[in-house]
């Protein structure tokens, strides 16, 4: 485990408010895709990144399994995957 106990505890909060935010929003009016990318996207991932915190696996790349940098994860607190692994993933879906 690299992250320190102080980061993982400000991701923490960062994620429940994102949580929170996003589901108080759902409430509200929204276009269709964006209502449609929060429900399947967003949520799902923050969830899991809730857990994956309190697992100790928080942090660390899905596809190449090396930790992503904390840089990226103070922007995007749910990201499962470091840079690389992202863009691959996302040409592979524009490709396919
Ligand atoms: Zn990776």
């Given at each position: 485990m690299t992250f320190s106990p102080e980061f993982l505890e400000g991701r923490t909060a960062h994620l429940r408010r994102k949580q929170e935010n996003t589901t108080r929003r759902l409430a509200g009016e929204l276009p269709e895709q964006h209502r449609t990318y929060k429900i399947e996207r967003l949520l799902p991932a923050v969830a899991e990144a809730l857990t994956r915190i309190s697992m100790g696996t928080?942090?660390?790349?899905?596809?190449?399994?090396t930790p992503i940098p904390e840089k990226r994860l103070l922007k995007?607190?749910?990201?499962?995957?470091?840079a690389p692994c992202q863009t691959e993933v996302e040409q592979d879906a524009r490709t396919h």
């Open positions: 928080y942090g660390i790349c899905i596809e190449c399994e995007i607190p749910e990201a499962t995957r470091c």
